[in-house]
């Protein structure tokens, strides 16, 4: 028998999918669906989906999801997401992974998690470590794993917390300083190959295709873990909202992987020097992007007021705003709460999925 732990079933699917979800910028949709006018966004979506833009087909993805503007169907969801995945969107395949773990096809969904984790990705960190963790599908491997959760812990991760400190009790604490050292290593290089990805978003290129060809190379220890009594059985495969969801990342269109700036750091078979204490991996912290860009990122739409301050209250230290200011945009007697300055389309979708990891609703909207 082996140790397991539990993949938060219940609780981690809301945080897969938000209900409020991270909208992409099809401008006349999103108005539409900000409006609360949800068939009128889907009308919009399908007839820009249809042109072949992806982030309508994600859009409408989101729609068939959440069961709003259309009646809630699930395989359709399924379907749009992988479609717009494989047009290189990289919401839309977080969500396909998504959805293909939730349905219990793990090793499908593998290659999405993968690429998510990759790019830094909380959801799919915490999955991946928890797969190291337990053995599933990849190779047993508690720095990895230790590292990996904690890095989704450092992301604002609620199920990360509990499942540290069940990793507590059976990860030696020289296992968990190896842990910190990887975690900077893999912070690094996620912060690196997020930059790529985003950029040939800009370029038009498609960043989202992981790769199959290769699995992540397995921490070398000089203790292995050993085989130890049960504790918990693996996730539930349920389907719909209470399931075991996390992100993944894009597997619809297997393509030539772009090579990361540096290959992933492995931690010398011999000695690894020690870490004084284990500490947490520092968060991610964004740049602040140059001032007056024409893109925002929108953070809901609010009736009263105190709402939208209250809001701005909880979001305004997070690392994707930083360096972005605030702004109110009136509609009637709607305030549109947003975050100025971003640079590109790329830059503000990329907080926006970030922030939606977190729990936030976010879309990205255009001057």
């Known amino acids: 028998m082996g140790r397991k732990l539990l993949i938060g079933a219940m609780i981690l699917a809301s945080a897969a999918i938000p209900a409020g979800g991270a909208w992409a910028d099809t401008k006349a949709g999103v108005e ?17 989906s249809a042109k072949g833009d992806a982030d309508a087909t994600f859009n409408l993805g989101q ?12 395989a359709k969801a399924e379907a749009l997401f992988g479609q717009a995945a494989a047009a290189g969107h990289l919401q839309a395949s977080d969500n396909y992974g998504l959805l ?6 793990r090793q499908k969904a593998l290659p999405f998690i993968r690429a998510a984790a990759d790019r ?22 508690w720095v990895r794993a230790y590292a990996m959760v904690s890095l989704a812990q450092q992301q604002g991760l609620a199920q990360a917390t ?3 400190t069940q990793m507590d009790q059976y990860v030696p604490m020289e296992q968990r300083q190896q842990a910190a050292q990887l975690a900077t290593e893999l912070q690094s290089q996620a912060d690196a190959t997020r930059a790529r990805q985003l950029a040939a978003v800009d370029l038009g290129a498609n960043a989202a295709a992981p790769s199959t060809a290769s699995a992540v190379p397995a921490v070398a220890l000089r203790n292995p873990p050993p085989t130890a009594p049960t504790a918990v059985n693996a996730a539930r495969r349920v389907a719909g909202t209470d399931s075991p ?9 297997p393509a030539v992987a772009v090579p990361a700036p540096r290959p992933v750091a492995k931690p010398a078979q011999a000695a690894v020097p020690a870490v004084p204490a284990l500490r ?16 925002r990122v929108q953070l809901g739409a609010f009736g009263v007021a105190a709402n939208a301050d209250a809001m701005w ?9 930083s360096g972005h200011a605030r702004i109110d945009q009136r509609a009637g007697a709607v305030t549109k709460l947003q975050a100025g300055g971003f640079a590109s389309k790329a830059a503000a979708r990329g907080a926006c999925t970030r922030l939606v990891a977190a729990g936030f609703t976010c879309l990205a909207v255009r001057n």
Do not use: C, I
Not at 63 to 74: E, I
């Open 32 to 48: 539409a669906w900000t409006r609360g006018d949800y068939p009128g966004a889907v009308r919009e979506w399908q007839a820009q």
């Open 120 to 141: 830094g990705d909380p959801r799919a960190q915490y999955l991946l470590g928890l797969a190291h963790f337990n053995g599933d599908l990849v190779a047993k491997d």
């Open 280 to 295: 947490p991996a520092p968060a991610l912290v964004a740049s602040p992007p140059p001032a007056g860009g024409a893109w």
């Open 63 to 74: 729609a068939y999801k959440l069961g709003k503007g259309v009646p809630q169907d699930m």
């Open 313 to 321: 209250n909880r979001v305004r230290a997070r690392p994707e705003l």
């Open 162 to 164: 509990p499942a540290l």
């Open 245 to 253: 969801a996390t992100a993944g990342a894009d597997y619809a269109r």
């Open 100 to 105: 293909l773990f939730q349905k219990g096809e």
